[in-house]
């Protein structure tokens, strides 16, 4: 298996769309070219026109169409006919690519499965940052490491399994492929600070750890700590697990929620410490915590936090009124952490917290989604006795 960037479909409703190819083969685009089959999209929606469009821009010409509906069966479309399916099961010269409605995805998988077609592909149009104008190396790590996180020794039924479609989820790289524009100028910072710096870094929350694997491929040298927030069965650490499995020689894990007063950070000082789409999960006031993570940063370090501001309803009023760990015992703090989002931050309240923090703006963007993306250095003394 194997996903594969095709190119950008355009902006819906503000946000990049991006189409991607999930070829069961693992071979992508190139091999499918070279094969000389035969390219028939099931499905003759709007997907069926980007996949077709964005096919094209790669040089591979659509045959035809398949559809399952037999009121659509025998119509035509940009002047192909669309047929039925089952007709071209017996063909060993044609490659289906599944362009129907995601939720309806698993429903011509198990299709193509009672019918002992194994080769295929899927379409799919998701939110996406392309980094192509700004950094194609980091692209392609980028979509290295999805696939290598998604896919490497994993089966077909593993990754992409049948009712995860149903819900709309492909597994989990429609998941990251999202992130991406959440915390883009993240992945950005990172690369320029890591070329000037020396290469120890803290990773609070890595999530399946898609943006330390990205640094592992750029920086061979890095050393990386994970501070990791979940239980050892949570969705994400089949991620994490991978890596480490890989690079277990440049990672250090910790797990525990620093957030909790009882939770000490590393005695070592990081040049660069990574907390992305996490401190809008933090339950407790957030000044402690991000007092003693900005304590962890060498002199010259780096943090860089990303976070939403999205609108949503607030569990609270402001963040002020969220409990002191004093007042939260463990089974509260459990039930705390099920509210997800518990507080989106204005930007006047985070650089409010960063000031008492002990904390100072470097850059600050915001990104495709709305996510506020900081770039932070601690005040040292000096800096404090000039009054910056």
């Known amino acids: 298996m194997k996903i594969e960037y095709l190119?950008?479909?355009g902006y819906i409703r503000g946000g990049l769309q991006g189409g991607f190819l999930i070829d069961m083969t693992g071979c992508g685009i190139d091999s499918i070219k070279k094969s000389g089959k035969k390219i028939v999209l099931l499905g003759v929606g709007e997907n069926a026109f980007f996949?077709?469009?964005?096919?094209?821009?790669?040089?591979?010409?659509?045959?035809?169409?398949?559809?399952?509906?037999?009121?659509?069966?025998?119509?035509?479309?940009?002047?192909?006919?669309?047929?039925n399916p089952y007709d071209l099961f017996e063909r060993e010269d044609v490659y289906f690519i599944i362009t129907t409605q995601?939720?309806?995805?698993?429903?011509?998988?198990?299709q193509f499965?009672?019918?002992?077609?194994?080769?295929?592909?899927?379409?799919?149009?998701?939110?996406?940052?392309?980094?192509?104008?700004?950094?194609?190396?980091?692209?392609?790590?980028?979509?290295?490491?999805?696939?290598?996180?998604?896919?490497?020794?994993?089966?077909?039924?593993?990754v992409l399994p049948y009712g995860e479609w149903r819900n709309g989820n492909p597994g989990d790289?429609?998941?990251?492929?999202?992130?991406?524009?959440?915390?883009?100028?993240?992945?950005?910072?990172?690369?320029?600070?890591?070329r000037q710096s020396d290469k120890n870094?803290?990773?609070?929350?890595?999530?399946?750890?898609?943006?330390?694997?990205?640094?592992?491929?750029?920086?061979?040298?890095?050393?990386?700590?994970?501070?990791?927030l979940g239980e050892e069965n949570s969705q994400f650490v089949s991620g994490l697990k991978k890596i480490k499995k890989w690079y277990g020689a440049q990672i250090h894990e910790i797990w525990g929620e620093v957030e909790r007063d009882r939770f000490h950070m590393p005695e070592k000082r990081y040049d660069l410490i990574i907390m992305t789409e996490v401190?809008?999960?933090?339950?407790?006031?957030?000044?402690?915590?991000?007092g003693k993570i900005g304590r962890?940063?060498?002199?010259?370090?780096?943090?860089?936090?990303?976070?939403?501001?999205?609108?949503?309803?607030?569990?609270?009023r402001q963040w002020e009124d969220m409990p002191e760990d004093a007042d939260v015992d463990d089974a509260r703090y459990e039930r705390l952490l099920q509210c997800g989002h518990v507080y989106q931050y204005r930007k006047e309240e985070l650089e409010d917290i960063f000031t008492r923090c002990g904390l100072t703006v470097v850059k600050y963007m915001r990104s495709d989604s709305g996510n506020h993306n900081y770039m932070l250095k601690k005040r040292i003394e000096r800096d404090l006795a000039r009054g910056e």
């Open 7 to 9: 190119d950008k479909i």
């Open 279 to 290: 401190f809008e999960h933090f339950v407790l006031k957030p000044l402690k915590v991000l």
């Open 173 to 194: 790289c429609n998941w990251m492929l999202k992130s991406t524009r959440w915390s883009h100028w993240a992945y950005l910072w990172e690369r320029e600070i890591l």
């Open 51 to 83: 996949a077709e469009m964005l096919l094209l821009r790669r040089g591979v010409a659509v045959y035809g169409y398949a559809d399952n509906s037999a009121k659509l069966q025998g119509k035509f479309l940009r002047g192909k006919e669309i047929g």
């Open 201 to 228: 870094v803290l990773e609070i929350g890595p999530g399946y750890g898609l943006m330390s694997l990205v640094l592992l491929k750029e920086f061979p040298d890095v050393r990386l700590d994970w501070i990791i």
């Open 113 to 158: 499965m009672a019918h002992h077609i194994c080769d295929y592909g899927i379409f799919l149009n998701t939110n996406f940052h392309d980094f192509m104008d700004e950094d194609p190396e980091l692209h392609r790590q980028l979509m290295e490491a999805v696939n290598e996180i998604c896919f490497r020794e994993e089966t077909t039924e593993t």
């Open 102 to 110: 995601i939720q309806h995805t698993s429903d011509v998988r198990l």
């Open 296 to 316: 962890a940063l060498q002199d010259n370090g780096v943090l860089i936090l990303t976070t939403p501001d999205w609108g949503h309803v607030h569990i609270y």
